[in-house]
């Protein structure tokens, strides 16, 4: 899909020349939105029309080298021709704050319920990392990981949900939370890094401390290091300590430690803290107390890498609307591969859509989205149609096995 506006494209998708201009001054801007062949030249190859839009002409081109075909289509129309952008760009939008589908079709926006769920569900095909990162060089080398619980048909399943760079770079579906299935769903997110990065290789990735988590991780990238979240280690603690006369001082011991400039004051600090909290504390606190000294060696390595993330603050910034989602659908029903595309789906759309104008206001920010935060760039003005443009040649699949 490629930028243009209603009024323009009928005039030139009609005259091959300006057809062509349009599409050359499209790739001088936005070379990623094109095959990587479409350096060697191309052909106007036909022209055809949509019997759901057939107001709506499409081109397509041919490439010489490799003799396929691809369609040029307008980004105010919707993928297969289902419609106009225009028209549920803020259905859309209500369906991040879990509005149900048949809400949208009863309240505002007509249609019927398998509408929606159909046209969410195929935007849950395209490559959620190649269509959100659209330079290879901007893959971050810090990640953040964690498991959602959610349910399928009221029984138990995972959100595999990987983040880096301010932006959801994986949320996979996972019947249990065992080493096997969690390194099956998270490979999802490792698959689409390698195929925009075949040499991507994060340095460190954040977890809550789960075992079969740091396990997985492993196996996807030998070489990663895997860092104990601090939030996570305090909040063990203050479950434990927040009804005693001490909690103040604990706290503030705690996140002493988490301040510290260099090696030395680190571990000052953390002697510190403990030596206060046996005086102090007996019971329960003090065997959670004990437990956080055995994790020291862990929660030092965050503070070793630079950039590397000692807190999932950044990963509870994005799990927090996806659990309020998932709470106002009463989770997942049907079968598992809807509910697969459609966390994908709702991934994607966070991912492209505006932030809150207030919270702009407040931080000054040009920035309106978390793609626009990371490329650095927009194809449109509309959230949807940036969506739709950054799908532009990005794979798709549908998960046999799921």
């Given at each position: 899909m490629l930028p243009i506006e209603p009024t323009e494209y009928p005039t030139i998708v009609a005259d091959r020349k300006a057809f062509r201009t349009w599409v050359d001054t499209m790739y001088t801007h936005s070379p990623e939105l094109f095959p990587d062949d479409f350096t060697v030249g191309y052909h106007l190859h036909d022209m055809r029309q949509s019997r759901k839009l057939p107001e709506v002409s499409v081109r397509r081109i041919r490439l010489p080298h490799t003799g396929e075909a691809y369609r040029v289509v307008p980004s105010f129309v919707l993928p297969y021709?289902?419609?106009?952008?225009?028209?549920?760009e803020k259905a859309l939008f209500l369906l991040r704050f879990g509005v149900p589908f048949w809400g949208l079709s009863y309240v505002v926006f007509g249609r019927n319920d398998m509408y929606w769920q159909r046209l969410i569900t195929q935007l849950g095909r395209y490559d959620l990392v190649g269509t959100t990162v659209k330079n290879p060089d901007l893959l971050p080398d810090h990640l953040l990981a964690d498991e959602k619980f959610t349910s399928l048909n009221g029984k138990r399943m995972f959100v595999a949900t990987a983040v880096g760079a301010d932006v959801i770079l994986g949320a996979t579906t996972s019947l249990t939370a065992q080493t096997a299935e969690l390194t099956e769903a998270y490979d999802e997110s490792r698959t689409e890094a390698?195929?925009?990065?075949?040499?991507?290789?994060?340095?460190?990735?954040?977890?809550?401390?789960?075992?079969?988590?740091?396990?997985?991780?492993?196996e996807l990238f030998p070489t990663i290091f895997v860092i104990r979240c601090f939030q996570h280690a305090y909040l063990r603690i203050r479950d434990r300590c927040k009804s005693t006369p001490v909690f103040t001082e604990i706290r503030a011991l705690i996140w002493h430690i988490y301040h510290a400039k260099s090696h030395t004051t680190y571990w000052r600090r953390y002697r510190k803290f403990l030596i206060f909290a046996r005086e102090h504390l007996t019971g329960e606190a003090l065997k959670v107390v004990n437990k956080f000294e055995k994790k020291r060696a862990e929660l030092y390595k965050g503070w070793l890498y630079a950039g590397a993330h000692r807190v999932s603050i950044m990963l509870e910034r994005y799990m927090q609307p996806m659990t309020r989602c998932l709470y106002m659908g009463r989770d997942f029903h049907g079968h598992r591969n809807?509910?697969?595309?459609?966390?994908?789906?709702?991934?994607?759309?966070?991912?492209?859509?505006?932030?809150?104008?207030?919270?702009?206001?407040?931080?000054q920010s040009h920035y309106v989205s978390p793609f626009h935060k990371l490329n650095k760039k927009r194809y449109h003005d509309c959230w949807l149609q940036n969506l739709l443009i950054a799908t532009s040649c990005q794979y798709e699949y549908f998960h046999q096995k799921r």
């Open positions: 021709m289902t419609g106009y952008t225009s028209d549920i390698l195929r925009l990065n075949p040499d991507y290789d994060p340095e460190t990735v954040n977890t809550d401390g789960w075992y079969q988590t740091k396990r997985a991780w492993l809807t509910a697969h595309l459609l966390i994908r789906s709702w991934t994607l759309l966070h991912n492209f859509q505006p932030y809150c104008q207030r919270t702009r206001a407040r931080t």
